[in-house]
């Protein structure tokens, strides 16, 4: 059985449909209003130093002294869109010394424009776990945009003689948490 009829009248209702659908103006400028907000995080450096490492022909060596290039925060990226960095350091400590790092940062000149101090008491039985966290935000997010290297030092402070057969160790882990503005 053939329904012509009804095939034309399908065919009519579903070209009116379409003819008299509803449909809104698109608006291409809401691409103007995008922003996003991304946030990274990293290592920014590793150390790791025994005992015996700050001993040298038998003599003490109190002072050790690392220098990292950061070029990866040198781009037009971190330039326009950087708004808030966060870095923290974590410092375990099973010598019983104490210790001073310093974290140094220099601009293209290789001129200090910043440092952090961080005080690692002395083990004395328990491991020492020292940890510190450095936010860099609209005051003072320049100092970031602007260091090209960080220079690590560690100076031992006096105390217990150590030799090249001392037990334990320092070390200092660290990473950096960006968060962007991009629009």
């Known amino acids: 059985m053939n329904f012509p009829f009804f095939k034309k009248l399908f065919l009519i209702v579903s070209l009116s449909c379409c003819l008299f659908s509803c449909s809104s103006d698109l608006d291409f400028e ?28 038998g003599v003490e060596t109190p002072v050790f002294s690392y220098t990292s290039n950061v070029d990866f925060l040198d ?3 971190v330039e326009d869109d950087l708004i808030k960095a966060e870095l923290y350091f974590r410092i375990k400590n099973t010598i019983p010394r104490a210790y001073v790092f310093n ?19 002395a083990y004395s039985g328990t491991e020492v776990v020292f940890e ?13 945009k602007n260091t090209t290297k960080m220079v690590f030092s560690v100076l031992m402070q006096t105390g217990p003689p150590l030799t090249a057969t001392s037990p334990g160790r320092i070390e200092l ?11």
Request: aromatic share 12%; glycine share 2%.
């Open 75 to 77: 781009n037009s990226f």
């Open 30 to 57: 809401q691409a103007d209003d995008f922003n996003i907000q991304p946030v990274f995080t990293t290592n920014l450096a590793y150390l790791k130093g025994e005992a015996s490492d700050f001993v040298s022909d």
């Open 173 to 183: 882990s660290s990473s950096i948490t960006a968060y962007f503005d991009i629009e």
């Open 132 to 144: 510190k966290k450095e936010t860099f935000a609209s005051a003072n997010i320049d100092i970031i």
């Open 103 to 121: 974290v140094t940062f220099l601009d293209e000149n290789n001129s200090p424009i910043h440092s952090i101090r961080m005080d690692v008491p």
